[in-house]
Nanobody, 112 residues
Framework: QVQLVESGGGLAEPGGSLILSCAAS????????ANWFRQAPGKEREFVAR????????KYADSVKGRFTISRDNRRQTAFLQMIDLKFEDTAVYYC?????WGQGTQVTVSS
């Protein structure tokens, strides 16, 4: 059974940090690009970051460049999104996407 399960979301203050995880199972995670997307209330889902199957070749949305870092551990079939210097506008549901598979999302709320 294919699964992508995000975790690590929560409440953070502006300037704070969170680390999101995406645990994959049921398919060869290491063969595919891993992506993070997010969707804020009332907005369309938008790309955040991606990483090549073997790691490296990271790409980021301009809005998160320099603050977010995507990584992966193929032995653990897990992707990560480290987020620092969080801003109010980072508030969204964050989704992991690998191939045609999507997780259920994890809520990140940045509030003082």
């Amino acid at each position: 059974q294919v699964q992508l399960v995000e975790s690590g979301g929560g409440l953070a203050e502006p300037g704070g940090s969170l680390i999101l995880s995406c645990a994959a199972s049921g398919f060869p995670f290491g063969a595919f690009v891993a992506n993070w997307f997010r969707q804020a209330p009332g907005k369309e889902r938008e790309f955040v970051a991606r990483i090549a199957p073997s790691g490296g070749s990271e790409k980021y949305a301009d809005s998160v460049k320099g603050r977010f870092t995507i990584s992966r551990d193929n032995r653990r079939q897990t992707a990560f999104l480290q987020m620092i210097d969080l801003k109010f506008e980072d508030t969204a549901v964050y989704y992991c996407n690998v191939y045609n598979y999507w997780g259920q999302g994890t809520q990140v709320t940045v509030s003082s």
